[in-house]
């Protein structure tokens, strides 16, 4: 910490970035509101203790950073399958259960900044019926929830098959990290 003290003290030909931070360079000022963005996990009427919340937010930042945005605030709410039905039937105005829900709150277009609803319930019976790992598929949702997020929509054959793949680039970053810690 004491390289970054150090390093913010000197301010770069005074600009002033989106976020309002004076004289840092874009890229600095974006670095820095990354590493100390929250990403905070909750619970809501089921006990569900996430595993590896240090490793799965590193990925996290690293996936926003590669997509371009700065990461603001992201709260990602486990929950079970009628708490999500509830919320889909309430603000979506969907009658049918599913995986997930993301709320994007961000101001900026390249902000991410939002809450990500996931249905334990979901997950796991869609684990079971693709055959995956329960956390495969946990962390496949939750990347979906962030490329939401960072603007990708899946409205159409086309950008599900893009939204699939990017899912697929960030997951196999994942596993790779996984596999070096072994």
């Known amino acids: 910490m004491l390289f970054l003290t150090a390093y913010i003290s000197k301010p770069c030909h005074g600009i002033v970035n989106l976020c ?7 890229y600095f000022c974006g670095f820095i509101h990354s590493i100390m963005a929250a990403i905070a996990y909750f619970s809501e009427q089921i ?16 996936a926003v950073a590669s997509e371009g945005c700065v ?13 999500l039905l ?17 709320f994007n709150q961000s101001d900026s277009s390249q902000g991410i900044e939002g809450d990500i609803f996931i249905s334990i319930d979901r997950i796991r019976e869609n ?6 790992p329960f956390l495969h598929e946990l962390h496949r949702v939750i990347i979906h929830g962030v490329l939401h ?15 699939r793949e990017k899912e697929g680039f960030y997951l196999a970053l994942l ?7 072994l």
């Open 20 to 26: 309002g931070c004076p004289g840092f360079s874009p």
């Open 47 to 62: 006990p569900f203790r996430f595993p590896n919340k240090r490793r799965v937010s590193a990925w996290i930042r690293s």
């Open 71 to 83: 990461l603001e605030q992201l709260n990602i709410v486990f929950c079970s399958d009628e708490y």
């Open 86 to 102: 509830q919320m889909n039937r309430e603000y979506l105005l969907h009658d049918y259960f599913t995986d997930i829900i993301t």
């Open 127 to 132: 684990a079971a019926i693709y055959s995956v």
């Open 149 to 163: 997020l960072a603007g990708y929509t899946d409205d159409t054959d086309e950008k599900r098959r893009e939204m």
């Open 175 to 181: 596993d790779l990290a996984v596999n070096e810690k």
